[in-house]
């Protein structure tokens, strides 16, 4: 819909003063994807009211493609395009790559792949939630095989042993952290995506324990963490026999922890 005096200025300063950081940028995609000014003034009460904008929109922008959201559902946020990205990389030199995404969330890392790679990898999303499990079957039909329950619990016995790359943005918030979250999160986010444990480690630890019977003798894990995690990471993939490797991007504050069979000692972040 085209601008007006009510959709400007005007709604850029109740969205500043809402506390939206990127206000200009919120306001242009409100106005876009509203289909009438009835809408958009919809649109612009759920945001003020702290609905992620994803919510809002019904769609967030992930690695070049639009991956739809619902409530009760992880928003894949851009740090995690590094995770992908990661994966991509993996999977694109070996030929119909077997790949599982735990805590899959939307399906965002599983589309991910399945767009950016040429290999017809043979994808598998897992999540514990409803919700993430009914948004990813909707996401990702064609793609991948979508499975509720607890991790690697879910899956066939058949993938034992085959797998080439285990991708999770599993939650990594540390408890005692959570209060400390953005609004949109705390308050819009199950705290069972986001909580970690004390440490915020619980989930990764037991990824990182149960992976080596799933994967394939030149497997590899893949874990998003927090920089301040990435040694404690790696310690315990190295524990586990992996090779770690860490990889950091500082302009989106992203933090990949990369294990691949065999032993070895971390190496430095990148």
């Known amino acids: 819909m085209s601008t007006s005096p009510s959709t400007g200025p005007p709604l850029v300063a109740r969205l500043r003063a809402a506390g939206c950081v990127f206000a200009e940028e919120e306001a242009a995609l409100l106005i876009t994807e509203a289909a009438s000014a009835e809408t958009l003034e919809q649109m612009v009460r759920r945001r003020i009211s702290g609905l992620p904008l994803e919510q809002v929109l019904g769609w967030s922008e992930f690695f070049g493609l639009r991956v739809p959201v619902a409530p009760g559902v992880f928003v894949p946020r851009r740090r995690t395009e590094l995770l992908a990205e990661r994966a991509v990389d993996v999977i694109s030199s070996r030929d119909r790559p077997a790949v599982v995404e735990l805590c899959c969330g939307s399906g965002a890392i599983s589309l991910a792949m399945?767009?950016?790679?040429?290999?017809?990898?043979?994808?598998?999303?897992?999540?514990?939630?409803?919700?993430?499990?009914?948004?990813?079957?909707?996401?990702?039909?064609?793609?991948?095989?979508?499975?509720?329950?607890?991790?690697?619990?879910?899956?066939?016995?058949?993938?034992?042993?085959?797998?080439?790359?285990?991708?999770?943005?599993?939650?990594?918030?540390?408890?005692?952290?959570?209060?400390?979250?953005?609004?949109?999160?705390?308050?819009?986010?199950?705290?069972?995506?986001?909580?970690?444990?004390?440490?915020?480690?619980?989930?990764?630890?037991?990824?990182?324990?149960?992976?080596?019977?799933?994967?394939?003798?030149?497997?590899?894990?893949?874990?998003?963490?927090?920089?301040?995690?990435?040694?404690?990471?790696?310690?315990?993939?190295?524990?586990?026999?992996?090779?770690?490797?860490?990889?950091?991007?500082?302009?989106?504050?992203?933090?990949?922890?990369?294990?691949?069979?065999?032993?070895?000692?971390?190496?430095?972040?990148?």
Do not use: K
């Open 114 to 270: 399945a767009a950016h790679t040429t290999t017809s990898p043979e994808l598998h999303a897992v999540d514990i939630q409803p919700a993430s499990v009914q948004r990813a079957s909707v996401t990702l039909t064609g793609l991948a095989t979508v499975y509720a329950g607890d991790l690697f619990s879910p899956l066939p016995p058949a993938l034992r042993g085959r797998i080439d790359a285990v991708v999770a943005n599993a939650p990594y918030i540390p408890t005692a952290q959570l209060g400390t979250m953005p609004r949109e999160a705390r308050d819009h986010e199950p705290a069972i995506t986001l909580d970690g444990g004390s440490d915020g480690l619980d989930l990764l630890r037991r990824i990182i324990a149960a992976a080596p019977d799933w994967l394939s003798p030149d497997g590899c894990v893949l874990l998003e963490c927090s920089e301040h995690q990435s040694e404690a990471v790696a310690g315990i993939m190295a524990s586990a026999d992996f090779r770690p490797e860490i990889v950091r991007r500082e302009e989106t504050d992203a933090t990949v922890a990369i294990g691949r069979r065999g032993s070895g000692t971390a190496e430095a972040p990148r």
